[in-house]
């Protein structure tokens, strides 16, 4: 009967979970909707104003120029890592962790590696290993484009100032609920696309490529960002509602498997106390 009882435990203890685990699936869901919906609505916005902000770098090519077109040789490189600040979402975080890393140690193997990370549970690990330029957990408290901008402008002002020669961004693109691609870009210097660059059409600008470079390309990178940050948020709630979904059906399936083990074993039970009643009562006649 001890037996019995610690499978009836365990089965009590599997429900408690999957109604953890239910509702969190349900929350995931509602915030997905939400997250889901912001970053689809802005991505024509985004890709149209990174176009127009290659246009523009290969137009100044040579010109007025860019502080933040400079390219020099590579030394000193900067990752941004972005994760999330809770986990229960599969491997999420662990997939740009490991990319970060392996980005680090092949790629920029031989320059000096700093990390910015955005979000708890990358900075945790990153920082056992890498060195942390920056970290920013608290960006997932209030993520809205004045925030991040905020980032964006410090990542902007360290390459100006030559800290960094390279700056990459390492997040999690939303493809939909159950699939996020780890997606690696270069953030700086800008890069001019090679159909822009072969093309000789003329521009007229009003009211000056000045101010042009200093009102459209700040704002695109820092939109660059905002896009790659509202990306990683709807990815990360689109693999906890299917990780919690996953952990909701396992539990099922166990609870199923540990309720006809906990029957065998009570009709066992009962089956040895009819036998042993039998086997009195025959005791007794003879």
Known sequence: ??????????????????????????????????????????RPYANKLTELLQNLSATLEGDTGSVYATKREVEKV?????????????????????????????????????????????????TKTQTIFSNNNDLFDD????????????????????????IDIIYNHFKNAGNQIPTHEQFLPIESSEEVTNTNTDYIFEPSKEIIVNTLIPKSLKMQLYKAVRDSYASEHGARMTAMHKATDNAGELREELTLTYNKARQA??????????????????
């Open 1 to 42: 009967m001890a037996n019995l009882k610690e499978i009836r435990n365990r089965i009590v203890s599997i429900g408690s979970t999957m109604k953890i685990t239910s509702a969190m699936k349900m929350v995931s869901a509602a915030k997905l909707k939400k997250a889901q919906d912001a970053i689809t609505n802005m």
């Open 78 to 126: 900067l990752l941004v890592a972005i994760t999330s600040n809770r986990g229960l979402c599969g491997a999420f975080n662990s997939n740009i962790v490991k990319k970060a890393i392996r980005i680090s140690k092949k790629k920029y193997a031989n320059q000096k590696v700093s990390m910015l990370t955005i979000g708890k549970k990358g900075n945790d690990i990153l």
């Open 143 to 166: 993520l809205t484009f004045e925030n991040t901008a905020e980032i964006a402008q410090t990542i902007m002002d360290a390459f100006a100032d030559g800290k960094f020669d390279r």
């Open 269 to 286: 039970a009962i089956t040895g106390e009819i036998l042993e009643i039998v086997g009195g009562a025959e005791a007794l006649e003879g």
